[in-house]
C-alpha cells in the first residue's frame, strides 16, 4: 500500500472554528489532492498540488485553502467551518493520471 | 468540463449471481477511465482502468470492464459475485493535465445470500 497517513482519521468542532487536516506521504509523488466525500456526489475534488508550494482550485474549493511547504505534506485548512462541511475527507498522491492511491480518510463532522 | 454519470444509486443481487454497474462519461477527448470500490470505513481500492487498446479490460477480484465509444460508456461487469463484493463503487473519468479524476456520484450494491 502507498505510505499515505491522514490525520486527525475523526474530529468533531463547531461552526466558526479553524480546521486544518493534515495529508503526509511517503512516496515522494509529486501530486496531491484533496476530495471530499458526500452521499450521492462521489468524491469531489477541493484543491490539489503538483509541487512544493504549487497548488490549484478543484471543483469545490470555497471555504477551503491548502498549502504545501514540503513534498510530503499536504494541508487543507476550513477557515470557519460550517455544517455544510461536515464531510469524509480523503487524501490522494499520484505521479501519473495512472496511479492515484488514497489516504483511509478523515471524518469531519462539524456541529 | 469533463463529468460521470452513474445512473444507479443502489443495486442489489443475489449471490453467485451476475452483476453489471453502469457508467457514462463525457469527455472532449480520449479518456481515462478507473473503477474504484470502497468498502464501508475504508479509502477507495483502484479495480481497474482503461487507456487505450482493447476495449475489454480485466481488473483485480474477477472484475472487467468495457469501453463503448459510441455509447460513452465504460460498464463494471462480474459474472458472478460473492458476499465480499458488497461496497460502493465509483466510475472516474481522468484527464493528463493535472492528473485529476471526476468521480461519478457512485452506485452502493448490497448482496443477498
Known amino acids: 500500500d502507498a505510505g499515505i497517513t491522514q490525520s486527525p482519521r475523526h474530529k468533531v468542532t463547531e461552526t466558526g472554528t479553524p480546521v486544518t487536516l493534515r495529508c503526509h506521504q511517503t512516496e515522494n509523488h509529486r501530486y496531491m489532492y484533496w476530495y471530499r466525500q458526500d452521499p450521492g456526489h462521489g468524491l469531489r475534488l477541493i484543491h490539489y498540488s503538483y509541487g512544493v508550494k504549487d497548488t490549484d482550485k478543484g471543483e469545490v474549493s470555497d471555504g477551503y485553502s491548502v498549502s504545501r511547504s514540503k513534498t510530503e505534506d499536504f494541508l487543507l485548512t476550513l477557515e470557519s467551518a460550517t455544517s455544510s462541511q461536515t464531510s469524509v475527507y480523503f487524501c490522494a498522491i499520484s505521479e501519473s493520471v495512472e496511479k492515484l492511491f488514497f489516504g483511509s480518510g478523515t471524518q469531519l463532522s462539524v456541529l | 468540463a469533463q463529468s460521470v454519470t452513474q445512473p444507479d444509486i443502489h443495486i442489489t443481487v443475489s449471490e453467485g449471481a451476475s452483476l453489471e454497474l453502469r457508467c457514462n462519461y463525457s469527455?472532449?477527448?480520449?479518456?481515462?477511465l478507473f473503477w474504484y470500490v470502497q468498502s464501508p470505513g475504508q479509502g477507495l481500492q483502484l479495480l481497474l482502468k482503461?487507456?487505450?487498446?482493447?476495449?475489454l479490460v480485466q481488473g483485480i477480484k474477477g472484475f472487467e470492464a468495457e469501453f463503448k465509444r459510441s455509447q460513452s460508456s465504460f460498464n463494471l461487469r462480474k459474472p458472478s459475485v460473492h458476499w465480499s463484493d458488497a461496497a460502493e463503487y465509483f466510475c472516474?473519468?481522468?484527464?493528463?493535465?493535472?492528473?485529476?479524476?471526476?468521480f461519478g456520484g457512485g452506485t452502493r450494491v448490497l448482496v443477498k445470500p
Open positions: 482503461y487507456f487505450s487498446g482493447d476495449t
Open positions: 469527455y472532449g477527448a480520449t479518456p481515462y
Open positions: 472516474a473519468v481522468g484527464q493528463a493535465a493535472g492528473n485529476k479524476l471526476t
